[in-house]
Nanobody
Framework: QVQLVESGGGLVQAGGSLRLSCAAS????????MGWFRQAPGKEREFVGA????????DYTDSVKGRFTISRDNAKNTVSLQMNSLKPEDTAVYYC???????????????????????WGQGTQVTVSS
């Protein structure tokens, strides 16, 4: 069982930065890929980025490449999403999620698919004003 709690959301002007954090409970955090997803009003939840269990492989959706960076600290059971050059279209509720990658190789890719993630946080609101 993994419990996830996001923090760091807020209101920022376009071009600004925010850093989201996700704190995980459980001793097996280091075996989970961690994903970030977002959901804007009236839209489906979408993949933002993910990092595999080792930190050796990351993946981002095209719209955030070069602006967002995911990192993890397995010793502290945390994963972060650094968001720079924010745009109004980045406004959404952001969720972190965990996908068990126990036994996978060091560079095994994290999933982009929602249903492959077993645990989810409650979400944190990010609002980017123009």
């Amino acid at each position: 069982q993994v419990q996830l709690v996001e923090s760091g959301g807020g209101l920022v002007q376009a071009g600004g930065s925010l850093r989201l954090s996700c704190a995980a409970s459980g001793r097996t955090f280091s075996t989970y890929a961690m994903g970030w997803f977002r959901q804007a009003p009236g839209k489906e939840r979408e993949f933002v980025g993910a990092i595999n269990w080792s930190g050796g492989r990351k993946d981002y959706t095209d719209s955030v490449k070069g602006r967002f960076t995911i990192s993890r600290d397995n010793a502290k059971n945390t994963v972060s999403l650094q968001m720079n050059s924010l745009k109004p279209e980045d406004t959404a509720v952001y969720y972190c999620a965990a996908d068990n990658q126990s036994g996978r190789s060091y560079y095994y890719s994290p999933s982009r698919t929602l249903y492959e993630y077993d645990y989810w946080g409650q979400g944190t609101q990010v609002t980017v004003s123009s």
